[in-house]
């Protein structure tokens, strides 16, 4: 049968439709149009900067169409893939965005091997054209994902992530910029997260030459995530929908299909608020999987000496520099002198060098090297001449170096420090306060006896750790408490227990905890005092009896022998006493051990339940809780040291201007009518001219202002004579 007006050489879109619902009868007409492309393509490859807009259409078509006749189009993808590898940089970029996207349409129809494709697609990077390269991108990093959607296939990412490490070295920086982006983007998305990543990531990328590569490697290990930024706009776009949908389904018609929009605005508003109640997650892993973190950081510190790049970056490199020494507790002495010259209060950036040093600082560095950097930071910023905020901060930022190496702060240093626990500032006050709080836990030796306050169990129990001693646990802190009776580990009321159900308690750091932290001390410095005077006292009496007894020496011989038989029976009374002191502590000491080696065996030989935990808890809560202290201890240091704590500043906040109006708006009720009040009893009386100019235009005015010039001297003379006459004829 002979077909008339056949169109369909010339219109593909219905060909392709057709071909698509039944491939066997258009067979011949496929054909025909594959063979048509064959012919085009080679016209093309003699000029291929020129756009062909017919092959644009064949390879669109032969690829939509490629799974229906697989046995004719074997040989394509490669007549593509031959093109893009011989002519990738002079091709007309329409033409080589259509051969890529033709192959990803067959790479979806799995008509061509992930490898091979994703390989030429590496080599593409390196085409001087944007948009092609982060369309590549997305399509990477999506066909990786999908490829280990199900399981991961470790042999197709070793061959790929050989690769990618190669183009991670190459001397195009477009390529490699791409290149660590598609590593990171993996990694973050829990693909590629292996320790293999992430060390190329710390060899190759933080030490390549290329800035770009460089600061996004950088910026890899320092946790940066910007997608949080947009997590909150739309948490607030949520609220603003709710409200509205909620205020249509008032006044709108209720329908089925407005109620379920309600309904489902409802369930993402609920999702919304839950992440914003939940805390910020970081991902901190990739510093943790270095193998080699002392080469590292040693190679980071050589190039941040040797670099001229901008602030920013040399900030970069001493953040990562100090996660590195903090995590895995490397010694890098050179780091300290370098950042000491840093520590200005007019630095730029200077508080976040501060969390550097803090970072930097852990139990195993000596103490001799990072106290010149407390005695900067004390010469710096801890002194009268500077603001409140100021001093306030170096003793924030003190706090927190010694947080984390204790043996750093000096038993002179410490005690001037502790002085500022008085200033008139708050805000110097407090952080004063707060260092005392904390070497009151670590080494009380250091400061004066009245601002070591009471001891408690806790402090009592904890060991005082010599510079590396490790503190090695024999049996689970606190399993003495299950020898006892469990009434006798009660925190409190029955509220108190069943609210706090035996865990710790968390109590924001604020206004109250200096409250707290003054009224501890104050029973602190009144015991102090008390115990003073009563040793005055006992001198006075001392001193007392010694007159007496040289009167009684002088005036009466005879009574002698009576003394003397008073001052035996005194003293074997106070050997007495003492060596019964002395028994009981035996006694006390045997217990103890007698408790420890029970609880030891106990936790040697028993299982312990969720309720034996919670009766260790609540007994080492309330070891730590007395008069003085109204929180638990916080024993544990964080990996890294937030900015907060040390830009931490106790004073009172200015109101933001809705507070301010209120507050105003408060003061005027009950009051008269604000503004100025002239003397008339009637208000609705005329005024005075001299009143009613002072509301008048300054055109209407202007006569006046230009009358009254500037008198002169002589004038002025003349004046005075003239008034001093009149008054003389008045007379």
């Not at 932290?517 to 015991?527: C, K, Q, V």
């Amino acid at each position: 049968m002979v077909r008339h007006n056949n169109q369909l050489p010339d219109n593909l879109p219905q060909l392709q439709n057709l071909i698509k619902r039944d491939p066997d009868s258009y067979r011949d007409d496929f054909r025909q149009q594959y063979q048509h492309f064959l012919s085009s393509l080679e016209v093309f490859a003699l000029n291929p900067g020129e756009e062909n807009q017919s092959l644009d259409e064949l390879v669109m078509f032969i690829a939509q169409v490629a799974q229906c006749y697989p046995e004719e189009c074997v040989k394509f993808p490669q007549h593509l893939v031959d093109l893009l590898k011989n002519h990738a940089t002079t091709l007309d970029p329409i033409m080589r965005n259509c051969f890529v996207k033709a192959l990803i349409l067959m790479r979806n129809k799995n008509l061509i091997p992930a490898i091979d494709l994703l390989e030429l697609f590496f080599q593409l990077l390196t085409c001087p054209d944007k948009n092609l390269r982060s369309f590549l991108q997305t399509h990477i990093i999506t066909d990786i994902k999908n490829m280990n959607a199900k399981h991961k296939d470790m042999k197709l990412n070793s061959t790929l992530q050989n690769f990618m490490y190669s183009m991670l070295k190459d001397a195009n920086p477009k390529a490699a910029k791409m290149s660590v982006d598609i590593m990171i983007e993996l990694y973050k998305k829990n693909i590629w997260n292996d320790a293999k990543t992430v060390n190329v990531i710390a060899t190759v990328g933080c030490f390549s030459k290329i800035m770009k590569v460089l600061v996004a490697s950088l910026k890899f290990f320092l946790g940066h995530d910007d997608e949080e930024k947009g997590s909150d706009d739309s948490d607030s776009d949520n609220e603003v929908d709710l409200k509205g949908a909620l205020m249509q389904n008032r006044v709108n018609k209720k329908t089925k299909k407005r109620k379920k929009q309600l309904e489902q605005i409802k369930k993402q508003a609920i999702k919304a608020q839950k992440k914003k109640k939940n805390a910020p997650a970081f991902n901190f892993s990739g510093i943790h999987l270095v193998h080699n973190p002392q080469g590292m950081a040693e190679g980071l510190f050589k190039q941040l000496q040797s670099t001229n790049e901008r602030f920013e970056v040399k900030l970069m490199h001493l953040d990562v520099i100090s996660r590195l020494i903090g995590i895995h507790q490397l010694f890098l002495f050179g780091y300290y002198p370098y950042i000491t010259r840093f520590l200005q209060p007019h630095q730029r950036q200077v508080t976040r060098i501060m969390q550097f040093a803090a970072q930097a600082s852990h139990e195993l560095v000596p103490g001799d090297i990072i106290e010149p950097v407390l005695k900067t930071i004390a010469n710096n910023f801890i002194t009268e001449r500077n603001s409140s905020d100021v001093m306030a901060i170096g003793l924030n930022a003190t706090r927190e170096i010694c947080m984390r190496c204790p043996l750093a702060m000096g038993e002179e240093l410490l005690r001037d420090l502790a002085m500022y626990k008085t200033y008139k500032e708050k805000s110097v006050m407090m952080a004063a306060r707060s260092l005392i709080m904390l070497y009151r836990e670590q080494l009380p030796a250091l400061l004066h006896k009245k601002d070591r306050g009471r001891l408690t169990e806790a402090q009592a129990e904890r060991k005082i750790r010599a510079y590396g001693e490790v503190e090695v646990h024999e049996t689970i802190p606190g399993a003495e408490a299950l020898l006892k009776d469990s009434k006798e580990i009660d925190l409190g009321s029955d509220d108190d227990s069943d609210s706090n159900d035996g865990q710790w308690v968390n109590v924001s750091h604020s206004e109250d905890e200096g409250g707290n932290m003054e009224s501890g001390e104050e029973d602190d410095d009144e015991e102090d005092g008390e115990e003073e005077n009563e040793d005055e006292d006992d001198d006075d009496d001392d001193e007392e009896e010694n007159t007496e007894n040289e009167d009684d020496e002088s005036d009466a011989g005879e009574e002698d022998e009576e003394v003397e038989t008073d001052e035996k029976s005194e003293s074997c009374v106070k050997e007495n006493l003492k060596k019964k002191k002395a028994n009981d502590d035996k006694l006390i000491g045997v217990q103890v051990l007698d408790a420890k080696e029970a609880a030891q065996e106990l936790a040697m030989t028993r299982i312990f339940t969720d309720e034996d935990f919670r009766r260790i808890n609540a007994a080492q809560l309330k070891k730590t809780v007395t008069n003085a202290r109204k929180r638990p201890l916080e024993k544990d240091r964080a990996e890294f040291v937030k900015l907060n704590s040390i830009e931490m500043i106790y004073k009172k906040r200015k109101h933001d201007k809705e507070s301010r109006l209120e507050t105003v708006k408060a003061g005027r009720e009950d009051r008269e009518k604000f503004g100025w009040k002239d003397g008339r009893k009637n208000e609705h009386s005329s005024k005075t001219n001299s009143e009613k100019r002072k509301r008048k235009n300054f055109v209407m005015m202007r006569h006046k202002a230009r009358s009254k010039v500037k008198k002169s001297f002589r004038d002025k003379q003349r004046a005075m004579r003239k008034h001093l006459l009149h008054q003389k004829k008045m007379k």
